[in-house]
């Protein structure tokens, strides 16, 4: 009784709880949540009158159908999130059959109890438990279940005790019942299930990766080097590249602009232009704007990344087609690997790729690499590389800063604020100390002019240069700042 | 484009780390051992070599050779040793010069593979940046730009490409990957207090000068302080050399044993405290770029470094020709050997031979000459070794540090791996993609006879499952990964360097030529197993047989 009525709430919970991990929201989503389920109890009650013979045979039938509906609602819904369009659909109906079924067991299990004691005591009993049950689940839920077992485990857990339930029923009760045998079969088949699903939890976990995501995914692909990711709301598109968010399209503009004007409009007419990353085509984008431009390669490892923003018309709306321009040679290719065997001069080179948050991508921000760059450049060239947030982490953009100048560039950091990001950073650098900040920005941007790049090129005090190591391939110093600083601000 | 973690993906990671959370371990690891169906692969070295194939041949080397060929210099084996000794013939303008090697390819215990994946080593697989006094191989790793300048201290720098890229080193102890392979997760306070003292002592050893002003332990070798305090710690075997130090902390020699094993295939109770200090106290390389116990590794490992020798003297090279007699006559020495390609025998008549082989090759080549008898032979013991390349379908799971260049467990009978792919420029995810590891492991717990007999005896299926055993102890899924295993076994890998070995009279006169004729060049003559000796007795050796043609 008292495990029945506990299980019963906990599926409540945790239904409650993963739509507000896996859509936001989370008052609302509680809310709907609890009032569903509630209704379809009434549901399940009405529904009860019509059980008529053979009810504990049917009481069983129900537990083992709530274990294996509510002990597998959790993976369902982790695993079917990014495949179903309406998710919500499939949340709701799994609520309401639980719900349902949750409903129909109190009224039966009353009825089967009926003979055996006086209905004030009957009643009496039953609610007690119910109540009991209830403050247990809501206590043990959040303090013991979430932490300790996580939300799929926790199912699992308590689909099993629903369908223990039902097999001691059936083995206490076998002479009342019909098919018998059937139900225990079918029990210990569920039970098998069931355990099976709490041994492997942690790779169902592993699957869905969906509550990183708060808006809907309309784009999901995973190629050969990363997760690709795209979400939408009323307001604006987002990437994630495995899980981390790339851009969102309201904002992206003073990213991109920061990134490039800087260093295209300290160039005199620059001709021919490297972009490594940046498959999404948005420093493309500002680069032709300059029409002196006669060249661009873009060197970007993945090729479902640029495919995807040569092809998808939302983002070519985002990117103006930028990467469908005739100037633009799309390679897809590894960054070190293709500057280490180029041997062509560019005058303006923006480096985006990721952050250094492994040790994989942070050989991209190694001193053996800034010399390729060195090597590439054109002498009046300038390059430009995104290096973290000054902000959040200092010794990193600093580190980037050091590791330049450590090969014989000159450097002029400046960063600014994106709000997706928060107050971002980068290293201009060129091979003679000779940057004046341009007195005039191209008209059409809708961020930068010069007054506002003067006031980027400040550091006020909690960014202020730090001494730091250079990054090496071996000592990949950066890797570990990053962790670090980031780290401790997530905490 | 950017990735700050967002707050999401940081909260993804929480979450699927509590999912993961409960009763650590129980679920996981009581997986049934692992039980491999069939695992594609060969056993190559061993019994399968060509020089144990070869064995029976006694008939066709007692017949006269079929063909007799005139060379200056002859040099037996194309390892590390051989190559040197090649390299500096050549550098001395020596056209006259044959480099016999009995396998397909030089290289010997140097030697690498590749398969579709990445380029493998099967043996030897980096080197310590070499101190400054090591002027021959600073120079050779100069014209192999290796070296690329120097500072104005005169610090060496070194290329970039060829330091072993962080993370180095990861140790798994306690059911995870910790870094650095120096015991510190999870082990007791007073444990650690041991580790450092003796790091501490070893780390006076490094400094410390014989009053004859030579260090106490360098390389090569010979080139170490005679002084008798030094010597005497070649009587005492290293463990009993802790005991003394009244250090008997479990990890301590653990670790201590583990680089024993590393250097020279044996265990601690059978290695001598002066070979045993000689790892930790040998090692001064310095480099204007580079912390000093940083080493220089390659996809193939020291193939690379062999490759590069390769180059030099490539004309020279003959390869598939097993060297049976070796014996003087009048002026000349004659060497006789087995081209395995046509099966013939064939007959050098030169005016110097150049013996870069192993002394037990050479005991059966060479007439009883003085000095190399039985006795001396039989000081010569080695280790044998098994080299296992695993290349898996995709990266194996592990708690804690990620995938580094070298990875060892903790109590486990071999050496663990190294990630082949470690020092590939290509900077996105090892993640996602095929592995290569190569696997390490000395047979140092039996008597090495009976190691090496039991070793040829075991099939692939038998090596395979040992190796899964215990791989998987660090990865539990390792077995579902694993696509092909082959295995090289080196039935004499490491000269072994027992208490009494390195310093007994006998091994001192080891390399002294026979009747200006015959010189000898292999690592073993130094007792220790490492490149830099290979490379410091071949050019010695080449020197001599220079010297005395001259005279
Ligand atoms: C598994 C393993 C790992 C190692 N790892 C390292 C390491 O990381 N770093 C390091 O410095 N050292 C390492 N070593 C030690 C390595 O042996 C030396 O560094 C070095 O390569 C030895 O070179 P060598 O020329 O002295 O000897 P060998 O490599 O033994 O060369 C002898 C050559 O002679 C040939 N030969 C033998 N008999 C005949 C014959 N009858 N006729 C013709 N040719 C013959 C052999 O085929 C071989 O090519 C390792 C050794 C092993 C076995």
Known sequence: MFVVATCGLIYELVAGTLASYLLGDSVTQFSTIIGVYLFSMGIGSYLSKFFNRNLIGWFIQIEILVGLIGGTSSSLLFLLFEQVESFRILLYLLVSLTGTLVGLEIPLLMRILQGRFEFKDLVSQVFTFDYIGALLASIIFPLLLVPNLGLIKTSFFFGILNVLVALIVAVKFEKETSWAKFLKISSLATLALLLTGFVFSERIMSFSESLAYRDTIIYAKSSPYQRIILTKNDRELRLFLNGNLQFSSADEYRYHEALVHPAMQGIKSPRKVLVLGGGDGLAVREILKYHSVVSITLVDLDEAMTKLFSTNSLLLDINKQSLLSPKVKVINADAFQWLKEQKELFDYIAVDFPDPSNYSVGKLYTNSLYKLLYRSLAPKGIIVVQATSPYVAPKSFWCVNTTMQSVGFFTV???????????????MALKENSYQIPSAFLPNLRFINSETFRQMTIFPKDMMALEAEVNKLNNQVLVHYFEKEWASYLQ | MIGPFSRRSFFRKSAAALAGLTLPGMLTECAPATKLTKVAGEIKGGAASLGHKLRGEHALFKQAPSQILNYEYVIVGGGVAGLSAARWLQKNNIDSCCLLELESHVGGNAASGKNEVSSYPWGAHYLPLPNLDQEELLKFLQETEVITGFNEQGLPFYNEYHLCFDPKERLYINGYWQDSLIPHFGVPEEDQQQIATFLK????????????????????????????????????????????????????????????????????????????????????????????????????GNGWLVKQLHKLIQSKVCTGALVYTIATEGEAVHIDFLDVKSHTTKRIQAKKCIMASPQFVNQRLLPEIPLRDQNFYSMYSYSPWVVANLTLSKPMERKGSPLSWDNVIYQSPALGYVHARHQQLNSHAAQQEKLVLTYYWPLADKDPKIARREALQKGHDEWIQLIMDDLTKAHKNIAQVVEKVDIWLWGHGMVRPTPGFIWSETRKKASMPFDNKIYFAHSDLGGVSLFEEAFYQGIRAAKEALGSIAS
């Open chain 1, 413 to 427: 950091p400046y960063h600014t604020f994106v709000p997706s990001f928060g107050d971002w950073g980068y290293i």
């Open chain 2, 201 to 300: 002592l070893m780390d006076t050893y490094r400094k410390l000068q014989g009053s004859d002003g030579k260090y106490a332990f360098t390389l090569p070798v010979e080139n170490s302080s005679q002084d008798k305090e030094f010597l005497e710690l070649d009587q005492v075997t290293m463990l009993d050399y802790l005991l003394s130090q009244q250090l008997d902390s479990p990890y301590l020699h653990w670790y201590v044993e583990y680089c024993c094993r590393d250097d020279y295939g044996t265990a601690l109770k059978d290695t001598s405290a002066w070979a045993g200090i000689h790892y930790f106290a040998a090692r001064r390389g310095v480099a204007a770029n580079a912390e000093t116990n940083t080493v220089l590794t390659w996809p193939e």
